[in-house]
C-alpha cells in the first residue's frame, strides 16, 4: 500500500462549487439551477463512491477509509456563508441529502451491508418513522437501506414519490445521488476545468 496518496475530495473542489452556486442566478424551478445543485451533491456523492470502490479494493484499509469518509464529511457539511439567503437553503438541501450518504458509507465500513431487510423496506420504514415524528429511527433506517445500496441493491425512485416531501425524501435524493456514483464514478467537471 506504498502507492501515491490518492486525493478523493478537495476543500478547493468544494469552494469551486460553491463560488458557482454564489455567482449564478438561482432559480429552483430552472432546469439548470437543479442540475447545478443536482452536480454539486452528485459529486460528493462520487468522492463516497471512490472512497468505497477504494476501500472494496484493499487499497484503503477500514481505518483509513474511515479517516477519508470524515475528511470530505468535514468539507462538505461544514456551514456555509452566503448573504443570499435563498442560495443558503439550497446548499442547506444539498447538505441535508448529503448526511445520509455519509452514515451510510460508515457503516458499511464499520459492519458491512445489513442483512434485515431490503431497501425498499428500509426506505417504507423510514418514511412511516418520519410520519411518528422518529427522525433518529428514519435516519437509521436510510442508512441501512445505503449499506444495502453500496452492496449493490437497487434503490428504487418510483418509492419516492408517494413519500410527503421532508427530511427522510432529502436522504433518498443522498442516496440516490450515492447509487449513481456507485454505478458511474466518473467526475462531474467543474466549468473552466
Known amino acids: 500500500m506504498s ?8 476543500e478547493e473542489r468544494w469552494q469551486n462549487w460553491l463560488t458557482r452556486v ?17 452536480n454539486l451533491q452528485d459529486d460528493a456523492a462520487i468522492a463516497v463512491a471512490k472512497i468505497l470502490s477504494a476501500y472494496n479494493e484493499d487499497r484503503l484499509s477500514q481505518e483509513e477509509a474511515v479517516e477519508e469518509l470524515t475528511e470530505v464529511r468535514e468539507i462538505v457539511l461544514a456551514e456555509v456563508e452566503f448573504d443570499d439567503e435563498e442560495k443558503l437553503m439550497l446548499i442547506d ?32 420504514a ?18 441501512q437501506a445505503g449499506t444495502r445500496i453500496i452492496d449493490g441493491e437497487e434503490l428504487d425512485m418510483a418509492l419516492v414519490e408517494d413519500i410527503e416531501y421532508g427530511l427522510v425524501s432529502e436522504w433518498v435524493n443522498g442516496l440516490d445521488s450515492l447509487q449513481s456514483a456507485l454505478s458511474d464514478p466518473e467526475v462531474v467537471e467543474e466549468d473552466g476545468e
Open 3 to 10: 502507492e501515491p496518496e490518492e486525493t478523493f475530495y478537495t
Open 22 to 38: 454564489e455567482e449564478e442566478e438561482l432559480d429552483p424551478e430552472n432546469e439548470d439551477s437543479a442540475r447545478l445543485l443536482l
Open 93 to 124: 438541501g444539498v447538505q441535508t441529502s448529503l448526511v445520509c450518504v455519509f452514515y451510510a458509507a460508515e457503516e458499511y465500513i464499520a459492519a458491512g451491508p445489513t442483512e434485515e431487510a431490503s431497501v425498499d423496506e428500509y426506505v417504507q
Open 126 to 143: 423510514a418514511a412511516d418513522a418520519e410520519a411518528a415524528e422518529d427522525l433518529d429511527a428514519a435516519l437509521g433506517y436510510l442508512v
